[in-house]
Structures are given as C-alpha cells and as structure tokens.
C-alpha cells in the first residue's frame, strides 16, 4: 500500500548517506535508540534530592532551525509551509473552535470522574476521565495509544481563550501494538461542553509525482519507524510545540487542520491501515482530522544517542523529554530530561529556559540564526516526567512506584544565576502515572495526566 513511497524513501536515505537531499526529505537522519519509544520504567525513587549537584553547561542547550523551515509570505515549495500550502489546496481544514464544537467523545468531569489513578491523595474537584475506549482497562490486550503531553490555553493565549473556548489539549503516542504504526495524536477537549475530538499528527511531504502527501511523525522521519514519543507539549499562538527525545522540537499551525471528512471523494475514512496520499485518495488511519507538521528546531549533530536504561550522562545534548511555557516576566519555553536515578547528582537531568517571542508566537533565535537557552539547571531529583516554572519557583512530576505508586509533585527554587542548580524544598502526592506539566497562570492551577490504562485521568490542582 506505501510501494511509492517506500521508492522514495530509499532513494532519500541512500542520497542521505553521502550528504546529499534526495526528492523525498527527511528532517535528519540517524538511528534512534529504541528507549525513546519506550515507556521509561518506574521504580520507586529514593526520597528527597541527591547533594552536591553542579550547574550545567548552558552552551549544551542549542537547536538550529531545520533548512525546511521558512516564515515568508510565499515559503520555497520544499520547505515546510511550501508542502503544507499544496495541501491546503487539496484538503478543506477547520479552526480550533469549529474542531471543538464536533467533539466526538465525551469526558466525565468532577465527581463522576472516578479514577484509581489517585489512590492516596485525595481527588482534585477539577479533573475529567476519559470515555472508556480511551480509558482502556489494565489487562487490555493489544493496547494502543499512551497519553503523555498536555497544554491549556492558557499557554496559547495570555487572556486565556481561545474564541469563545478554553481547550485543553492532551498528546498521545502509539506504542505500535496494532499494526500499522500511526506515531502521534492530540486530544483537543472543551472543559464546557465535555466533548473532545482526536487530530493526527503527521509529516508532509511531496512525493514522486509532485503531489502533496504525508506520513506518520517518526524517528528518524522516513514514514517506516516508530512514531516519537511526544512526551510532552506546548500551545503558544497558532503553533503546537511538541518534543521530539532525541532530535529537539517540532511545530504544528492551528491554523491547517484538514477535514477528510469534508473532503468527500477525495479521502477514504474507512480504510484504517493506510495514510497519506495513496492511488490519487488520502487516508489517515480512520481519523477525520490530520494536522502537518510546519517546522522544526533540530540538535546541531542530528538525532542524539543516550545511554541504556533511560540513564543520561548529565552533560552534553540534552533529551528533549517535557515541555512547557512560563509567562512570569518575558516569556520562555522549558524543556526538560527524564533520567533514571543514576550513580551521581549530576545524573538527575535537567531543564532549561528557552526565549520566546510573543509577537510571532516563534522561537527568538540569536544573533546566529539559532535558538539557545537562556537559562539552564540541574535537577534535585530523578526519574521527572514534566516541569513548570513560574516567577523562580519550580514544579516537578516525579515518577512513583510503577502502575500502582503515586507519583510526586516536587517543588524547588531556582536561583537568579543563568546556570544553577534547582533547590528541592518540599513534596505532595500526585497521581500514579502523573506526566507532562502545563501551569494555567489565570486559575493558579498546574495540569497533568495520567499514562496508564485503566487509571488514566487529566487534572488540575492549586499551585
């Protein structure tokens, strides 16, 4: 069903090798290691910061903008918006708030959302389930989807809605147990209304005979490997921000998400094995919406190696694990590791604080064209799945004991330095399976949700 495209996908990696751009274009090429695919395990931490941390090397923190991203009002035909823009002309697409208003399952919220994903901490008033197909249970066989990432409007807009609307979005990866690998989703739910419609995210290419198409968001990007984990995203403006472990960042417009439904002969919506442009139709796994990706902000070396069993080195390229956005003072992106518990403090992982531009809703890259950190820190503990900051202070989701501990929410400071070493100050109970952080600043609320099938619940709690 991809013969075409599996066509083009060897010329481009066989011209790859020898550094040249084939006619199907890949954001770098590589081999990523399996872990980043992977659920990272979840042993029970020991309690409290490791001592004696150093501040980390803020030069490690740079991504350079991918040579297909362009802002221009008429984008290079290859370039990323040059390949959405033949898209557009093929595929009718919707606004957010349209999106919403079709919501096509529906959460439960406050007391008729019963999880056991809280166990020993008392259920938050704010927190919606899942309907049950998505909710899975634990012994469910051939489980696909795993929740990771959240965000609020909050993060997209400093008034906090969005039209009329205040969505909560949550990313979701395939663990590739099914069949066909069909790498991201990204639930978009309406706290109003209960409704929540899923959206595919996809990589647009041309193919071989000059037509628009796409395939899966994967690692390496060749529409064949496992999709990434995105464990972890961020709404700011009209772009969808979302981590890519061993590559760095990658963005999705608001503004180009297409209808297949509505696109009548054009699409087929029954065929769920197929995506992308196939015998003159597109498909998407069944899924009515699709969003391309328009941009990406890469490791200067490609695609980064870390060591085995979800450890990191503590120097050197970071992981790309978490993302989110702090609104205290100018604006700024953070990112963060996950890292196992390791022999030394230095091992914990850590964050930084990246510049954002509020004007465009883009990275505000430096005098060399590319995009570094402003500040960066050193972890007081292990085994943290997501982060915010606000006004100096920090918030941590650290990994519990498994599919049955309750995880943690770590509150640290940091210190006014550009490299420092994050001051671990006390810890709550938070859900088990707790991921991905997203602060809503107006509700003085951090939001997150849960992994693991059968306990899986978003919420929110005071700050």
Same mark, same amino acid.
């Given at each position: 069903?991809?013969?075409?495209?599996?066509?083009?996908?060897?010329?481009?990696?066989?011209?790859?090798?020898?550094?040249?751009?084939?006619?199907?274009?890949?954001?770098?090429? +590589?081999?990523?290691?399996?872990?980043?695919?992977?659920?990272?395990?979840?042993?029970?931490?020991?309690?409290?910061?490791?001592?004696? &941390?150093?501040?980390?090397?803020?030069?490690?923190?740079?991504?350079?903008?991918?040579?297909?991203?362009?802002?221009?009002?008429?984008?290079?035909?290859?370039?990323? &918006?040059?390949?959405?823009?033949?898209?557009?002309?093929?595929?009718?697409?919707?606004?957010?708030?349209?999106?919403?208003?079709?919501?096509?399952?529906?959460?439960?919220?406050?007391?008729? *959302?019963?999880?056991?994903?809280?166990?020993?901490?008392?259920?938050?008033?704010?927190?919606? *389930?899942?309907?049950?197909?998505?909710?899975?249970?634990?012994?469910?066989?051939?489980?696909?989807?795993?929740?990771?990432?959240?965000?609020?409007?909050?993060?997209?807009?400093?008034?906090?809605?969005?039209?009329?609307?205040?969505?909560?979005?949550?990313?979701?990866?395939?663990?590739?147990?099914?069949?066909?690998?069909?790498?991201?989703?990204? @639930?978009?739910?309406?706290?109003?209304?209960?409704?929540?419609?899923?959206?595919?995210?996809?990589?647009?290419?041309?193919?071989?005979?000059?037509?628009? #198409?796409?395939?899966?968001? @994967?690692?390496?990007?060749?529409?064949?490997?496992?999709?990434?984990?995105?464990?972890?995203?961020?709404? /700011?403006?009209?772009?969808?921000?979302?981590?890519?472990?061993?590559?760095?960042?990658?963005?999705?417009?608001?503004?180009?998400?297409?209808?297949?439904?509505?696109?009548?002969?054009?699409?087929?919506?029954?065929?769920?094995?197929?995506?992308?442009?196939?015998?003159?139709?597109?498909?998407?796994?069944?899924?009515?919406?699709?969003?391309?990706?328009?941009?990406?902000?890469?490791?200067?070396?490609?695609?980064?190696?870390?060591?085995?069993? /979800?450890?990191?080195?503590?120097?050197?390229? &970071?992981?790309?694990?978490?993302? #989110?956005?702090?609104?205290?003072?100018?604006?700024?992106?953070?990112?963060?590791? /996950?890292?196992?518990?390791?022999?030394?403090?230095?091992?914990?992982?850590?964050?930084?604080?990246?510049?954002?531009?509020? #004007?465009? +809703?883009?990275?505000?890259?430096?005098?060399?064209?590319?995009?570094?950190? @402003?500040?960066?820190?050193?972890?007081?503990?292990?085994?943290?799945?997501?982060?915010? @900051?606000?006004? +100096?202070?920090?918030y941590l989701s650290q990994t519990g004991g498994g599919t049955e501990g309750n995880a943690k929410l770590v509150e640290a400071k940091d210190s006014s330095a550009e490299s420092g070493v994050l001051k671990f100050e006390k810890d709550r109970k938070a859900a088990i399976g707790t991921e991905d952080l997203?602060?809503? &600043?107006?509700?003085?609320?951090?939001?997150?949700?849960?992994?693991?099938?059968?306990?899986?619940?978003?919420?929110?709690?005071?700050?």
């Amino acid at each position: 069903m991809k013969t075409k495209r599996c066509v083009a996908i060897v010329v481009a990696a066989t011209l790859a090798a020898v550094g040249m751009t084939g006619a199907v274009p890949a954001l770098s090429q +590589g081999v990523a290691p399996a872990q980043a695919q992977e659920d990272p395990p979840e042993p029970d931490p020991e309690p409290g910061p490791n001592p004696n &941390p150093t501040p980390p090397e803020k030069s490690d923190f740079q991504l350079n903008p991918s040579k297909y991203n362009s802002f221009a009002a008429s984008p290079p035909a290859n370039s990323f &918006p040059g390949r959405v823009a033949k898209l557009d002309k093929e595929l009718p697409k919707l606004g957010v708030q349209n999106l919403l208003e079709q919501g096509s399952r529906t959460a439960t919220f406050g007391d008729k *959302c019963s999880s056991a994903a809280f166990k020993d901490m008392t259920p938050p008033a704010q927190r919606y *389930c899942f309907d049950k197909s998505d909710t899975s249970t634990p012994d469910a066989k051939n489980l696909e989807w795993m929740p990771q990432g959240v965000t609020t409007v909050a993060d997209a807009q400093q008034d906090q809605k969005w039209g009329t609307k205040k969505p909560i979005l949550v990313s979701w990866y395939d663990k590739g147990n099914t069949g066909a690998e069909k790498g991201v989703r990204v @639930s978009f739910l309406d706290p109003d209304t209960k409704k929540y419609q899923h959206v595919l995210l996809v990589y647009p290419y041309i193919n071989s005979k000059d037509n628009p #198409s796409y395939e899966i968001v @994967s690692s390496p990007q060749s529409g064949d490997h496992a999709g990434i984990h995105a464990g972890g995203i961020m709404w /700011y403006g009209n772009y969808l921000y979302v981590v890519d472990t061993n590559r760095g960042i990658r963005a999705f417009d608001m503004r180009k998400i297409f209808d297949l439904k509505a696109a009548g002969d054009k699409a087929d919506l029954g065929d769920k094995k197929q995506v992308g442009r196939q015998n003159g139709k597109y498909y998407s796994f069944g899924y009515r919406y699709v969003m391309p990706q328009v941009a990406s902000w890469e490791n200067p070396g490609g695609l980064a190696k870390f060591p085995p069993e /979800y450890k990191c080195s503590g120097k050197g390229v &970071p992981k790309y694990s978490f993302i #989110s956005l702090d609104r205290s003072d100018a604006d700024k992106l953070i990112t963060g590791e /996950y890292c196992a518990k390791g022999s030394i403090p230095n091992e914990n992982g850590r964050v930084a604080q990246w510049p954002m531009d509020a #004007s465009t +809703g883009l990275p505000k890259l430096s005098g060399d064209g590319n995009w570094h950190a @402003s500040k960066a820190f050193r972890l007081p503990v292990s085994n943290v799945q997501g982060a915010v @900051s606000y006004e +100096g202070r920090w918030y941590l989701s650290q990994t519990g004991g498994g599919t049955e501990g309750n995880a943690k929410l770590v509150e640290a400071k940091d210190s006014s330095a550009e490299s420092g070493v994050l001051k671990f100050e006390k810890d709550r109970k938070a859900a088990i399976g707790t991921e991905d952080l997203s602060y809503w &600043p107006g509700r003085n609320e951090i939001w997150t949700v849960t992994e693991h099938p059968g306990k899986r619940v978003l919420y929110g709690v005071p700050r």
